[in-house]
């Protein structure tokens, strides 16, 4: 594994390149989707570029403290270069970023149809670059286990002796769920009857997804056994099952039903 490409005289860092092409990938997503919908405007336009703009700032900001806590002269370019990113802090940042963009020009409908198949084909490219270049969940005995170099591991930041044990391979995990999520939300995208609902509905799904698999993954440990995104998910995951459940007994999931026709006798 490497951490950047060179390509002559330029070097690129690998996961910051699959990053910024995933945002392309579903940036291109959410117009594509947009236009379908008869929604591709420059208001909508303008919360998508919101939601980058907030996704970027809490990706990076949701992960700052640790760094504070780790050296003893933090600076503005360290926490750039140092502070890590947290994908669950994008994505409350992006809703962040979209529900401030929207006040601000004036939308007052959900725009989540337009960012739920946009958001996990962004994750799917952005995992990517993560599987590349950071180290590997948990050691496991199961044969798709992956076990690292020596050489390998030592171009890995936070990599230990860990990482020469067959390990799961957790970004792979996401790659797929992005995929597959991908896949059933454009199967269900206009099969639900009121709107941003099947962005409830993955996000759910992948909150879900995600508090599983952090047990296969070597994060530290932040109340208990619970790692600090677990933390996050069980305040979010039962207010997103509730606001889902809510509208489910509200009616708004269901398909609108049409009364039986009616024979009608001719000439009568």
Same mark, same amino acid.
């Given at each position: 594994?490497?951490?950047?490409?060179?390509l002559?005289?330029?070097? %690129?860092?690998?996961?910051?390149?699959?990053? $910024?092409?995933?945002? &392309? /990938?579903?940036?291109? $997503?959410?117009?594509?989707?947009?236009?379908?919908?008869?929604?591709?405007?420059? @208001?909508? &336009?303008?919360?998508?570029?919101?939601?980058?703009?907030?996704?970027?700032?809490?990706a990076?900001?949701?992960?700052?403290?640790r760094?504070?806590?780790?050296?003893?002269?933090?600076?503005?370019l360290? /926490?750039?270069?140092?502070?890590?990113?947290s994908?669950?802090?994008?994505?409350?940042?992006?809703?962040?970023?979209?529900?401030v963009?929207?006040?601000? $020009?004036?939308?007052?409908?959900?725009?989540?149809?337009?960012?739920?198949?946009?958001?996990? %084909? %962004?994750?799917?490219?952005g995992?990517?670059?993560?599987?590349?270049?950071? +180290? &590997?969940?948990?050691?496991?005995?199961l044969?798709?286990?992956?076990?690292?170099?020596?050489?390998?591991a030592?171009?890995? =930041?936070?990599?230990?002796? %860990?990482?020469?044990l +067959?390990s799961? +391979?957790?970004?792979?995990?996401?790659?797929?769920?992005?995929v597959?999520?991908? =896949?059933? $939300?454009? @199967?269900?995208?206009?099969?639900?009857?009121?709107?941003?609902?099947?962005?409830?509905?993955?996000?759910?799904?992948?909150?879900?997804?995600?508090?599983?698999?952090?047990?296969?993954?070597?994060?530290?440990?932040?109340?208990?056994?619970?790692?600090?995104?677990?933390?996050?998910?069980?305040?979010?995951?039962?207010?997103?099952?509730?606001?889902?459940?809510?509208?489910?007994?509200?009616?708004?999931?269901? +398909?609108?039903?049409?009364?039986e026709? =009616? @024979?009608?006798?001719?000439?009568?």
């Amino acid at each position: 594994m490497i951490s950047t490409w060179q390509l002559g005289p330029w070097s %690129a860092p690998i996961h910051d390149l699959f990053v $910024v092409l995933g945002a &392309l /990938v579903g940036l291109a $997503v959410y117009v594509t989707e947009a236009r379908r919908r008869g929604m591709a405007d420059r @208001a909508h &336009l303008l919360v998508a570029a919101g939601a980058l703009v907030g996704g970027v700032l809490l990706a990076k900001g949701a992960t700052t403290w640790r760094y504070l806590l780790t050296v003893d002269d933090p600076s503005v370019l360290g /926490v750039l270069a140092y502070g890590g990113k947290s994908i669950l802090g994008g994505l409350f940042g992006a809703y962040a970023g979209a529900e401030v963009t929207k006040k601000l $020009v004036g939308i007052h409908h959900s725009t989540g149809d337009l960012f739920a198949p946009a958001v996990p %084909a %962004a994750m799917a490219v952005g995992r990517i670059g993560c599987l590349l270049t950071e +180290p &590997l969940g948990t050691p496991t005995s199961l044969p798709w286990g992956v076990a690292l170099s020596p050489d390998q591991a030592d171009g890995l =930041v936070g990599c230990d002796a %860990a990482c020469l044990l +067959p390990s799961h +391979p957790t970004h792979a995990y996401e790659i797929g769920f992005h995929v597959v999520s991908l =896949v059933a $939300v454009v @199967a269900l995208r206009d099969r639900l009857h009121k709107r941003g609902m099947i962005f409830t509905v993955w996000l759910l799904a992948y909150g879900t997804f995600r508090f599983a698999s952090e047990w296969l993954r070597a994060n530290p440990d932040l109340v208990g056994p619970l790692s600090g995104s677990q933390v996050f998910l069980l305040v979010t995951l039962p207010l997103l099952a509730w606001r889902l459940v809510r509208t489910w007994r509200s009616g708004l999931l269901r +398909p609108p039903s049409f009364p039986e026709p =009616v @024979a009608v006798e001719v000439g009568s």
